[in-house]
């Protein structure tokens, strides 16, 4: 027995199951040029009369085009495949990522900081505001009168590296330095300390500090101990640092073989406003 699919393009699609069912059918369509039969054994939809001649028309006649496709998985109540219907929202889903990556990407890269490599930064710190210039050959000669007596060779030697440190004990940052519309970016930071006082310091504390907008953005400091004066004294800062600049200052020194302590946050260590920063720590 012959299976039949039926549909005049109105009422959905129905099985058939004999050839008079499917003419009471054809019989009682409204518009019989819509009807449309889905024979098994063909594998094709084609029109009554073509059913009705027993002749299978091509796609090439342009009366009555025969409707010809694989047998869908499933079918709607309109007649149309459900896989034609999950295809296009497969197109509609592709489309929308599409577009959404598109989106995505423009947004990325119109807003992402494009960096460009500058010239590197190369600073020394600054003299300490509470470390006047001094006259050491006057401020020697003052304290010698003052006692009445001549001061010896090593007394003479640290009085003068004691007043004049800043010229002898200097601190450096060197780094490399990018640029955008965001500001600056420093990295491969180094700070290096050059000691040519002639003697070993036992410490030093150094202020590090990132400016943005004339501002303190961030500071930190570092430790250094047993400064050689045979070569300077370096170290790597691993940090990137973004902001307008940066600055490096001493927080304070020490060394006991010239009776030497300096601080940032005082005016001398005991009142001596002609040896200052002479103590026996």
Not at 187 to 209: C, P, Q, W
Not at 221 to 237: C, D, G, M, Q
């Amino acid at each position: 027995m012959n299976k039949y699919l039926f549909t005049d393009g109105t009422s959905g699609v129905r099985e058939v199951q004999s050839q008079e069912e499917l003419k009471t059918l054809a019989a009682s369509a409204v518009q019989p040029d819509k009807i449309r039969i889905w024979v098994f054994n063909t594998n094709e939809w084609i029109n009554y009369a073509g059913f009705s001649n027993g002749v299978l028309l091509t796609r090439k006649e342009k009366n009555n085009p025969v409707v010809k496709n694989n047998l869908p998985v499933s079918i709607s109540e309109n007649g149309l495949s459900k896989r034609s219907e999950s295809g296009l929202r497969g197109v509609k889903k592709f489309l929308f990522f599409i577009v959404a990556g598109t989106g995505i990407f423009l947004v990325y890269n119109f807003t992402r900081i494009k960096w460009e490599e500058a010239s590197p930064l190369n600073i020394t710190a600054a003299r300490p505001s509470n470390v006047p210039l001094i006259n050491a050959d006057s401020l020697i000669q003052f304290m010698e009168e003052n006692r009445g007596q001549k001061l010896d060779k090593v007394t003479k030697t640290n009085l003068r590296i004691r007043n004049t440190w800043p010229e002898r004990i200097t601190l450096q940052l060197n780094a490399d330095r990018d640029v955008s519309n965001a500001g600056s970016r420093y990295y491969n930071a180094e700070l290096s300390i050059d000691n040519s006082t002639g003697y070993n310091i036992d410490n030093a504390v150094v202020k590090f500090v990132v400016w943005k907008n004339n501002e303190i953005s961030s500071a930190d400091t570092f430790h250094f101990s047993n400064i050689s004066y045979a070569a300077a004294v370096k170290r790597k800062l691993d940090n990137i640092y973004r902001g307008d600049s940066l600055s490096v200052s001493f927080q304070s020194i020490k060394a006991k073989v010239f009776n030497f302590c300096y601080s940032a946050d005082k005016k001398s260590n005991y009142g001596n406003s002609a040896d200052r920063w002479f103590c026996k720590e």
